[in-house]
């Protein structure tokens, strides 16, 4: 049974930080390209960053320079690391895989950013 699971959301005052992590099992970890995607109510989910198994990155435009995305294939883990956080960063984070023939996703964590 795969599952990721998600984990580090909460609460934070504007400029703040966090660190998100997703812990994957089921899988052959290395072998999947890795994403954070996030969803604000009443918006699309939007991709925020992604790592390729061979630890290539990208990140959207609107997270650049804050967000940092990175994977340990020995943890079969993917984080998210979140600086100078701004309200509109706030929504749901879930986690992706993305491999040949299959994608999963977690089931979110909250980021709240608020005063």
């Known amino acids: 049974q795969v599952q990721l699971v998600e984990s580090g959301g909460g609460l934070v005052q504007p400029g703040g930080s966090l660190r998100l992590s997703c812990v994957a099992s089921?899988?052959?970890?290395?072998?999947?390209?890795m994403g954070w995607y996030r969803q604000a109510p009443e918006k699309q989910r939007e991709l925020v960053a992604s790592?390729?198994?061979?630890?290539?990155?990208s990140a959207a435009e609107s997270v650049k320079g804050r967000f940092t995305i990175s994977r340990d294939n020995a943890k079969n883990t993917v984080y998210l690391q979140m600086s100078s956080l701004k309200p509109e960063d706030t929504a749901v984070y879930y986690c992706?895989?993305?491999?040949?023939?299959?994608?999963?996703w977690g089931r979110g964590t909250q980021v709240t950013v608020s005063s």
């Open positions: 089921g899988i052959s970890f290395s072998r999947y390209n």
């Open positions: 992706n895989a993305n491999g040949m023939y299959r994608i999963y």
């Open positions: 790592i390729t198994t061979g630890g290539r990155t």
